[in-house]
């Protein structure tokens, strides 16, 4: 078996939402720092998340409709990964200011074909906990279903406001050959937000919000072997179980804490400041008769995030960014049967970053560079396996792109990033580089419709010159008026 | 302005400190870690049994095969005998000691013991076994071939039991029975010894050899293997992932069904349960097969352990998935059997080597082997 490090993945990160991204942000090397874009503003709903600030961040109605194409392959994989996939997603994402409030909803619908999955037949074999189930074959999933959720904000009284929103995702799998694994993965999650406008140079919010997920497994043979899968409790011991049918059932529920502010210390510098708290719990179970379900794993995770971010805007043109923030991952599993634990660890994350974007006044382009420097501090203690990992290591991000207006109302946008990770905790690779270019195109000509478009294609390479790459694409028609 | 923002820098300490404050209010990790496992293991032979003073020896090179609900692997034991195993998951262990006798290779040393308990908590299991000479045992189930061939009509018709003799005189079948327990689930379970009164119980199948328990007309030779076909045909013609069986040295045949297949070449097992009207077809993965002398033919009640001459059960999954059922004294473990309509089969890693401990005993074979190892 190929050995692979420490198995943190993002499993508990992937429910929440996660609309699609910024046209105009991606192909310009997706800054986050110093750029002056609509969904990058220093305010409670873009920076600290809070949908109460929609209210005053959205002020005209627009439907975006975008077609997604998204592709990875490559060798820079883990033993249960797949060879490539393909991702096809239709998004319709809208926003429309009512007399009370504003109103944001969305529909995706993803298609996923992932090709050659080792074994695994959880959706996220790596996904920070020991349980998973794995079949013997190589076989293609494909992962199918809708997402849909909403945001609603309104003023309660003058200067405080409130904000909900409701997301709901369904995935269905369906493994082509031998274990013929059907999984459903579903996944409600939602936040009820305040915020309260003390002046217009400080704003404070609050957010609580949960997340409940479920992901049912069912490997049944369609012809007439029995379904044999191996439960495994961490890299190397499994245990088998067989039948015609063999199910498999992984929950989680989560609770989260946030609490955001504003501040615009004085006119030409503001200053966001965020910390967030969320614990979950994700028990493994499997059926034990015909109704108890056997608690055969239990996992916690608990998550701490603060983070910082400045603007400072000595001229109209230039736009100075700063950002720092903390991170603190931990988890813990064990085996409930015999209250031991089996698998902890603890994933830190430091970084700094600063960033500059400037407006010409002669030509019409917008240049933009910023560089973030940090360091992951990781530690695994899997004792079921008696393997013992840590990892401190620094890392840079560059990032620098420039959009240049070629005709009037039309954009053409370009942006590289550059970085280098002593390690990274998603695959467990060491000195892992990535290099992106992205490229994209914003047509503005019209009154009712804006047309933007990017690609793009990046790769990531670790000490084993192992690669992966991605190719990324993305159009969206923005509506105003629908 | 200043007020303002001085009384909010207020709050938003306040409140950070209620969010660091809820980080620290996660349920506690348990205190006990799994995979500090610790299992030694002396193996010694008595060797009175070549020499007339008693001497504990170290086994030194034995192949130790240990199993739990995780794994089956092979270790050997070093110049003392010892066998030392580090950083085990928490589970219940059962080991096997093989060992070929130095001297006379029909012999085998054999040591096995069930149920060690390996929690990773407790203080090291240390655990001496001695192992005996086994051979010669006589007629033992060699191979039990019951999933059915690949195929998608539900075939599975080409079961067959092989018997082997490992001792090195003639043995002989006449009167013998051979039985599968399927039933007595509401009790402990079938091949448990119900009441405790030395009897199995849970017959449902029962066919026997032709004669009765003592007469000699139905030998099996040292090392010879004996085929008990379900139907002794060719069943590739049929199915050709399966196996011919035209060549069985003998086959079930109930004479109480209108249907069953009869090779009147191949001389016949009957069945004795009138009741019962099918063939003799045993479970694709779970059951338990047992062979007796005949002495007691009286299956109502029970089969007397001590007219036993070999069982095994096997099931699909293991312990504590599935329960095991038939009296320890006969079996100790069970076999864990092939996926249905495999065609593969259960076989002793050694012909005839019966230590009663199936799991040990037996190994998957892909493909079925009928008459040979």
Known sequence: MKKFYLLICILF??????????????????????????????????????????????????????????????????????????????????????????????????????????????????????????????????????????????????SLYSGFELNYQLVDGLKSVYSRAKSLWRNIDGSLNLAYKFSNDFLIG????????????????????????????????????????????????????????????????????????????????????M?????????????????????????????VGFESNYEDYKSWSRISELSLMNWKWELKEFNIGSGISYRFNLIPLILISEISLGKIISDSSKYIDNKFVNHNKPFYLFKTGLEYEILNQIFVRFGIQNGKFGFEPEKGGKDISINKISLGLGIYSFKFIHVDYYIDYGKIRNNLNQVNKNLNSQLNLKLFSY | MKSILSFGWRILLLINIVIITLAGCSENPPTMVDGQGKLELFVLWDTSYVDSISTLIPVENAKVIVSSRYLTKIYYTDQNGKVYLENL?????????????????????????????????????????????????????????????????????????????????VKYLDGMMVMRFSSNT????????????????????VFKFPGKPGEKNYPIYPGQFVVLASDAVDHTKVCATSYD???????????????????????????????????????????????????????????????????????????????????????????????????KSMQRREPGLDTNDSLSDFEIKDRATPGYQ
């Open chain 2, 89 to 169: 998951p928490s589970s219940i262990y059962g080991v096997t000691i093989r060992k070929q006798h130095p001297l006379d290779p029909n012999i085998i040393l054999v040591a096995s013991k069930q149920n060690i308990e390996v929690i990773s908590t407790k203080n090291i299991v240390i655990d001496t076994l001695l192992v005996k000479p086994t051979s010669s045992s006589g007629i033992t189930i060699n191979e039990i071939y019951c999933a059915g061939p690949v195929n998608n009509f539900f075939f599975f018709f080409d079961q067959f039991i092989e018997l082997y003799n490992s001792s090195n005189e």
């Open chain 2, 245 to 343: 069986l035209s060549n069985a040295n003998w086959e079930f045949y109930n004479q109480y069904s209108p249907e069953d297949i009869d090779n009147p070449n191949v001389p016949n097992l009957i069945n004795m349960r009138p009741d019962k009207t099918a063939d003799f077809l045993i479970a694709l993965t779970n059951d338990v097969i047992v062979i007796s002398d005949g002495r007691d033919s009286i299956w109502q009640d029970g089969i007397d352990i001590s007219t036993v001459i070999d069982g095994v059960e096997y099931q699909s999954n293991p312990h504590p998935q599935n329960k095991k059922t038939l009296d320890p004294r006969i079996d100790r473990s069970y076999v864990l059997s092939p996926p249905r309509y495999s065609g």
């Open chain 1, 13 to 158: 990160l992937v429910p929440k939402l996660s609309l699609s991204q910024n046209e105009r942000i991606s192909s310009m090397g997706n800054p986050t720092i110093a750029l002056r874009d609509f969904d990058l503003d220093l305010n409670l709903y873009d920076f600290g998340k809070n949908v109460a600030g929609l209210f005053e961040d959205r002020t005209f109605d627009v439907l975006n409709i975008r077609p997604i194409i998204k592709t990875t392959q490559g060798d820079y994989k883990r033993y249960f990964d797949y060879d490539k996939s393909f991702t096809y997603a239709l998004s319709f994402d809208g926003t429309k200011v009512l007399k009370d409030g504003v109103f944001r909803g969305y529909v995706i619908y993803e298609i996923e074909n992932r090709k050659n999955v080792n074994r695994a037949l959880n959706r996220y074999p790596y996904s920070g906990i020991p349980f998973f189930i794995a079949d013997t074959t190589v076989g293609d999933f494909i992962y199918s279903g809708p997402r849909v959720g909403f945001q609603y904000s309104f003023e309660i009284t003058k």
């Open chain 1, 206 to 289: 609050g957010k609580i919000s949960f997340l409940d997920n479920k992901e049912s497994i069912e490997a049944k043979s369609e012809d007439l072997f029995d379904a044999e899968i191996f439960n495994y409790r961490g890299d190397n011991f499994a245990f088998k179980r067989r039948s015609q049918q063999i199910k498999q059932t992984y929950r989680e529920k989560s609770l989260g804490y946030s609490i955001q502010s504003i501040i615009t210390s004085f006119e030409k510098l503001r200053i966001g400041l965020k910390s967030e708290y969320s614990n979950s719990i994700l028990k493994t179970l499997y059926p034990y008769g």
């Open chain 2, 186 to 205: 509401d009790g402990k379970g079938p091949g448990a010894d119900e009441e405790d009164d030395g009897d199995i119980d849970g017959v449902t199948y």
């Open chain 1, 291 to 319: 109704l108890e379900e056997y608690e055969e794993g239990h996992s916690v995770f608990e998550n701490l995030l603060i983070s910082m971010k400045a603007h400072f805007s000595p001229l109209d043109n230039l736009l």
